[in-house]
């Protein structure tokens, strides 16, 4: 039988890896900051094990690029780190970061499994998704231990089995009648408002700290707009008498000192907003109401707008890394 892992890496191989490795940087930059200043000792086990995780997968990335002759990406470094900073963040954000990163993972990991072959590849992915649950279970114990865990929201449903029959079912807008919200409705509106709450605070942190006005700027208005989205859904929630999610924690210290580049912090932004845009457009597509139809379809509209306004910083300042590409092979002649 062929050594599978003798085959040469494909394109959604190469491009799963370079992006974890790229990211995993991001996170070992980010997780030493916050290993750093954390002051709950029953939350530093947790980031420990998040950062030991990303130092691990960059070894095996840097293992498998090296036999295959690829070039790893530079991705972030302790020159995009001041260990020397005060603390951003609570240590209640600590968590909420760690639950909203291992969430991610888990959807990123698992896509690019779906589309891998080689069988050492399959192995790397496969066991990334399972430290990225192992990590979101501990972390949700922490929270729900601490009393902090952003719950859905309870709610009681119909008791009969019953099957739709007029079309208005999908009917609703902001201003018309509408039928009730079903449970997967609430639940893509309860996944965002979350991650509009954590990322939130993220970039109001960021946009503290950016040594740029530019960059700062950029941040604020990403919080802006996280608060466009925040009140949108909750205003569908109060409608239908549905508890929305909130905190009490304010989550950003007082600290105007970087403790990260602002390289790292916006493109940390940039990829979120992608996972952001990702997120809508799976609510998007479970969607059965017109109104949270055209909520979403905006969502992502404006989300690209704004992700591509920080590619565009991230470039005109050379920060932006050239992924794996094609070979053009006229250009080769021409050279």
């Known amino acids: 039988m062929q050594d599978k892992t003798k085959i040469h890496l494909t394109a959604p191989e190469v491009a799963g890896f370079w992006n974890a490795y790229t990211e995993d940087t991001l996170a070992v930059c980010v997780l030493k900051h916050f290993l750093n200043t954390v002051e709950d000792e029953e939350v530093r ?8 995780t990303s130092k691990g997968h960059l070894q095996v990335i840097a293992n498998i690029f090296n036999q295959e002759g690829l070039p790893l990406p530079q991705g972030f470094s302790d020159n995009d780190i001041n260990m020397d900073a005060p603390r951003l963040f609570t240590d209640t954000f600590y968590l909420k970061y760690l639950i909203n990163m291992a969430e991610i993972g888990m959807g990123a990991y698992t896509l690019v499994l779906s589309h891998v072959i080689r069988s050492d590849v399959r192995d790397f992915f496969s066991k990334s998704v399972s430290e990225s649950v192992e990590l979101y279970n501990k972390v949700a114990d922490m929270l729900v231990q601490q009393g902090t865990f952003i719950r859905g929201p309870r709610v009681e449903f119909t008791k009969k089995t ?3 029959d007029k079309q208005s079912f999908f009917s609703g807008g902001w201003l018309s009648q509408s039928r009730p919200l079903i449970a997967r409705e609430i639940t893509s509106i309860f996944a965002s408002l979350r991650f509009n709450i954590i990322g939130g605070a993220l970039i109001t942190g960021f946009g503290q700290v950016a040594e740029s006005k530019k960059v700062s700027e950029y941040f604020f208005r990403g919080r802006e707009l996280a608060d466009k989205k925040i009140n949108a859904l909750t205003a569908i929630y109060n409608k239908e008498n549905i508890p929305a999610p909130t905190s009490s924690d304010s989550f950003v210290t007082d600290s105007t000192i970087a403790p990260f580049s602002d390289k790292l912090m916006l493109y940390h932004i940039v990829i ?54 094609l070979i053009d092979h006229k250009e080769l002649v021409k050279s």
């Open 45 to 52: 086990p947790l980031i420990q094990q998040a950062l030991d």
């Open 162 to 164: 019953d099957f739709i």
């Open 272 to 325: 979120l907003h992608g996972a952001s845009m990702g997120q809508d457009g799976l609510a998007l597509s479970t969607a059965m109401r017109h109104d949270l139809q055209a909520h979403y379809s905006s969502s992502i509209a404006e989300t690209g707008k704004y992700a591509e306004d920080g590619l565009d910083i991230l470039i005109k300042n050379q920060w932006m890394e050239q992924p794996p590409q």
